[in-house]
């Protein structure tokens, strides 16, 4: 097993110590960028849905046009390879909020948020002198955990329901049905991400005494695979590069259950094609969004005083292996491998940083832009040493987790659906085969990806050679060190972080005794009261 000590940094980080403060590493590499650095900068979270790293321009696909995305990385940090800690949206929220791995405190479903007595990003925040404002989904936190956490929320969620004709188009048996690729949308300016970015605009535009955090928790690019008018249609199929096949040998068992239980199967590769064309556009699309955001950051003065996040919480298949949208356990890189792009005043500019990062270092990051010391354990870095330039650790892995054990009934989605609702057969089959959304864990590095499902298949990848998780060579006997290193690995993870443990003391010794406990309950209270 390869040695992996626990370094200083780990150390440091684990315990909610920052290294440095902001102030002293943007001193530091002030010279790198124009704006200077700024203490406690307000903070703007722009989270699209569903945004997988290899779909944007400046992380390498060949066709999408992000414009806005890729100016966002020449002006700040672009982190190469960030990934998600679950490939499910509330997981992967609550994971980024408090930089716990979601085992840490069994946030594994959509059924389990962020409650009063457990940490978040935004409480911090709220309650260190910043206001906190959220435009867009939740899938974050339970509802008693709002008022202590956010200044101020909203949503423009009902208007993001596709218009009147555009709904899923295909009759019920249609193989198409299930396949979530919808027809055009309407007026790009006619959708709650629209409505959301605007709210988030108005509040650049007035006057603010505090500090603010914006979070932006946006709908798109999240199937159904349908985007506005100018955008749906932005890209032609048959100008894609080749998507990753349909029907991979040694491929976990969900695979073929999704496409069987999806009627995917009597579609044609055109069809998949055109669904990934179309998240494409819905990507671009986020991408316009971006852009109205940064023009209003710019128009307003913020730039010099305000450092932007953009990331994901997980990706999407789009097409790829013949599959859609996602799925509880499944590790594949294009849903685990998001973008995370930081534009910070007094930050370098146009830096990549190649090593391994997590999500939910933004967590840890944000604390100390802030001037914040978490008084909870946590396992999250702050990324400061790379917005200023630096390498990060080349040595790095990540960590992901997912899926549910069969005698957590509280995990599973309700499977209350019926036909025509396009979520029907996805629930319906993780209740009638639970087998297929087991519990997963990965471990990523720049050279191995191991997954390790103890109920179901496991996989292993040679990504220096095959990134895009083609070749499944988990048991094969030319890689069994590397499977093995990262095994043991994995299992140092969770020996490091199988919990946290409470930084409030209770009193070694008995507590004091009164005898008045003992006092009988005779009439004596009748009598006074009486
Ligand atoms: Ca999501």
């Known amino acids: 097993m390869k040695k992996n000590s626990v370094s200083r940094r780990d150390f440091l980080a684990a315990s909610g110590v920052s290294l440095a403060t ?21 903070l703007v979270f722009f989270m699209p849905d569903e945004l997988r790293a290899e779909s944007i321009a400046c992380y390498g696909d060949p066709v999408v046009k992000t414009p806005n995305m890729d100016r966002l990385a020449r002006e700040g940090v672009r982190f190469n390879h960030c990934y998600v800690q679950n490939p ?17 405190h069994g946030h594994r479903s959509l059924y389990y948020f962020l409650r009063p007595d457990e940490p978040n990003l935004l409480r911090y925040l709220k309650q260190n002198g910043y206001d906190v404002f959220w435009y867009g989904k939740n899938d974050l936190l339970a509802s008693q955990s709002f008022t202590g956490s956010v200044t101020e929320w909203g949503s423009h969620r009902g208007q993001g329901r596709p218009s009147p004709g555009n709904g899923n188009p295909w ?34 535009e007035r006057q603010q005494e505090k500090p603010f955090c914006i979070f932006l928790p946006l709908s798109s690019p999240h199937p159904p695979y349908t985007a506005p008018q100018g955008f749906h249609n932005m890209y032609d199929p048959a100008k894609l590069p080749p998507l990753r096949p349909i029907g991979l040998p040694n491929k976990p068992n969900f695979y073929e259950a999704i496409r069987k239980n999806y009627n995917l199967d009597p579609l044609g590769e055109d069809v998949f094609r055109k669904i990934h064309a179309v998240y494409l556009g819905k990507i671009s699309y986020t991408d316009w969004l971006l852009g109205e955001l940064l023009e209003a950051i710019e128009r307003t003065g913020h730039v010099k005083d305000t450092a932007v996040f953009l990331f994901s919480d997980h990706g999407d298949w789009a097409g790829d292996y013949g599959l859609v949208e996602k799925w509880p356990s499944a590790m594949d890189d294009v849903l685990t491998h998001i973008p995370l792009i930081v534009r910070l005043p007094g930050g370098a500019q146009g830096h990549v940083s190649k090593a391994i990062v997590e999500l939910y270092d933004v967590m840890a990051t944000s604390l100390e832009l802030a001037g914040i010391e978490a008084n909870h354990t946590h396992f999250a ?8 330039g630096g390498p990060g650790d ?21 499977a209350n659906l019926t036909p025509p609702a396009i979520y029907y057969v996805k629930e319906k089959l993780e209740v009638d085969h639970p087998e297929t959304v087991s519990r997963a864990a990965m471990i990523q590095t720049l050279e191995h990806k191991l997954v390790l499902r103890p109920g179901g298949q496991s996989e292993l990848y040679d990504v220096a050679k095959d990134a895009r998780d083609l070749h499944n060579v988990y048991g094969d006997k030319s890689y069994a ?30 507590p004091p005794y009164y005898p008045t406990a003992h006092f009988k309950e005779d009439d004596w209270q009748k009598k006074i009261l009486d």
């Not at 499910?88 to 840490?104: A, E, F, I, K, Y």
């Open 394 to 414: 080349p040595g790095r892995a990540a960590f992901s987790e997912g899926g549910y054990n069969v005698y957590e009934p509280q995990c599973f989605e309700p």
């Open 22 to 42: 902001g102030l002293t590493a943007a001193k530091a590499a002030a010279k790198s960028s124009a704006p200077g650095p700024v203490e406690r900068p307000n």
């Open 381 to 388: 870095r702050s990324l400061m040493p790379q917005l200023h």
């Open 88 to 104: 499910v949206c509330g997981p992967s929220r609550c994971s980024l909020m408090t930089g716990w791995p979601v085992h840490v």
């Open 481 to 510: 060190n590397a499977q093995e290193n990262l095994i043991g690995r994995l299992l140092q993870l969770y020996v490091l972080t199988a919990d946290v443990a409470p930084r409030d003391k209770d009193p070694r010794g008995s």
């Open 171 to 204: 009759p019920l048996n249609d193989p198409h049905y299930y396949s979530f690729l919808y027809k055009e949308g309407g007026d790009r300016r006619n959708y709650a991400d629209w409505g959301n970015v605007q709210a988030g605009i108005k509040i650049l």
